[in-house]
């Protein structure tokens, strides 16, 4: 998702058919537009009639000349972002691109890129597309028959899943359509499933995991795609799984070189600005490299395993310290727990970081920034980086809000303008957020073909913000993103 988000195993516990018919796990466990999983109806386990062996992937701890050559398949899939409208509350991405790399990047994003246009597809990505369509109408039944093999043959994994797992019933369809939609694309597919195999890390994910996952999905597949699914498919779906399990596997072999898995964070500084949002500041027990822009996941004492976006606000400091603006939102188990349960000396988990909405310092354009909501957050660490920089590029933001109440940062960002005379700000309030008309006038004084333009908010915000910003005159590939709509999440 974001991270985290992303992967055929996304780390999180789904109750087993057993557990199910215990009864419900109590009122208030399901996230805001999340839905309950339903192992009943899965029906007897099917196994696959290819051996779990087949998709067993090399291992960290193998030869490099014995694993798969990457470098020749170019017909794989690829593919993160938490509780609240975007990590100002998750990745971002330019517009039409792939999602950066960990510290990195799950996003799973990032936003997935167009479909490619390059040459045809190849064999395996026409028989995996072909599965796809046939079980998109089916899509909760087959990811609920999934999660349902996964833990009643591998029962030892529901112990790295949280409690409920409403949300991750959707998570994995995302990202096999996304997968599918781009499997011919090495580079695309690698970078994306280099960074979920990094940030699956802090779940526990080992090398001996991934056949169980890929037998489950397999076990699904079959049972689901009563009319492709052939002996010629099920081969390509293999091939395709053993690469996507191979990189991730790489990935976080390596990263663990250079990283931890998590960083253990106690909470400063808790500052409640409004009813329900709160600016929470942390101090990692290790120092932790992050660019101004992107974001993290983060994991509260209160729900393990439990995983939510959030974006940076602010530049990295001298002190190493780091805070998060974070809005309560209706039965958010972690935004919640954040804004009215965290306090000085409590102890959070973040994960690596990730998002490619930085900016970049090797060109003089000026930034067009447009933040609704919390979605400031990582607008104002863009405006500090500049500063930090030296630069004097001109930079505009528009800081959009529902009502002047909403505006629980703007004597934040009114100071930074005093204090630079290249730093323009400008409140839109709007109990529709309409960024489109301000936008409008504003483009008249252009032209704008020198500016990146950057968005952080609510979904709705980001489609009517990109459509405003290409109507003035920036170039598609100029414009970055945050929205969770656009971001794979099947990991987080």
């Excluded at 990189?247 to 409004?274: C, F, G, K, Y």
């Excluded at 310092?361 to 920089?389: F, M, R, S």
């Excluded at 630069?391 to 505006?407: H, S």
């Amino acid at each position: 998702m974001s991270d985290d988000n992303g992967g055929w195993f996304s780390p999180r516990r789904q109750p087993s058919p057993d557990e199910r018919s215990a009864g419900p796990e109590g009122p208030g466990r399901n996230e805001p537009g999340e839905r309950s999983a339903d192992t009943e109806n899965a029906g007897p386990a099917v196994t696959p009639s290819r051996p779990v062996s087949a998709i067993r992937p090399v291992g960290s701890g193998a030869s490099r000349r014995d694993r798969p050559r990457l470098s020749v398949v170019p017909d794989l899939p690829r593919g993160e972002a938490g509780e609240d409208a975007g990590p100002a509350g998750a990745g971002s991405a330019p517009v039409g691109t792939a999602p950066a790399p960990d510290g990195s990047a799950a996003q799973a994003r990032e936003p997935a890129p167009p479909r490619e246009t390059g040459p045809p597809a190849s064999p395996d990505a026409r028989l995996v597309r072909r599965t796809l369509v046939e079980i998109e109408p089916v899509a909760d039944q087959v990811t609920s028959y999934f999660y349902a093999l996964l833990f009643t043959r591998h029962p030892a994994l529901r112990s790295m899943f949280p409690v409920a797992m409403d949300t991750q019933r959707d998570r994995l369809l995302k990202a096999l359509l996304t997968a599918a939609e781009h499997m011919d694309n090495a580079a695309v597919l690698t970078e994306y499933l280099q960074h979920l195999g990094r940030g699956h890390r802090k779940y526990g994910t080992q090398p001996a995991h991934y056949p169980a996952v890929g037998e489950a999905l397999m076990g699904a597949l079959a049972r689901y795609a009563t009319t492709t699914w052939d002996a010629e498919s099920e081969a390509a779906w293999v091939r395709t799984y053993t690469t996507i399990s191979q990189i991730m596997i790489d990935a976080a072999a390596e990263n663990e070189l250079q990283a931890p898995a998590w960083w253990d964070a106690e909470v400063v500084s808790h500052d409640l600005r409004t009813p329900d949002i709160a600016v929470v500041t942390v101090r990692p027990d290790t120092p932790y490299p992050f660019l101004a822009g992107q974001y993290t996941t983060l994991e509260t004492p209160w729900w393990p395993r439990v995983w939510r976006h959030y974006s940076f606000a602010g530049a990295p400091r001298s002190d190493g310290l780091l805070s998060f603006h974070v809005k309560a939102v209706p039965a958010g188990w972690v935004s919640n727990a954040l804004v009215h349960r965290a306090r000085p000396g409590d102890v959070l988990r973040l994960g690596p970081p990730a998002g490619s909405m930085t900016v970049d310092h090797t060109t003089d354009n000026g930034l067009l920034c447009l933040g609704g909501g919390t979605g400031i957050a990582p607008i104002k660490a863009l405006v500090e980086d500049v500063a930090k920089h030296g630069e004097r590029r001109t930079v505009e933001v528009f800081y959009g809000a529902r009502t002047d109440y909403d505006l629980y940062d703007i004597d934040t960002m009114l100071r930074l303008q005093q204090a630079h005379p290249w730093l323009s700000v400008r409140p839109v309030v709007d109990d529709r957020a309409r960024f489109p008309s301000a936008l409008r006038d504003f483009g008249r004084h252009g032209p704008w073909d020198g500016f990146d333009a950057y968005l952080s908010g609510p979904p709705g915000m980001i489609r009517s913000g990109v459509h405003a910003l290409r109507g003035i005159g920036i170039p598609v590939n100029r414009i970055r993103h945050d929205s969770l709509e656009d971001l794979v999440a099947v990991g987080e």
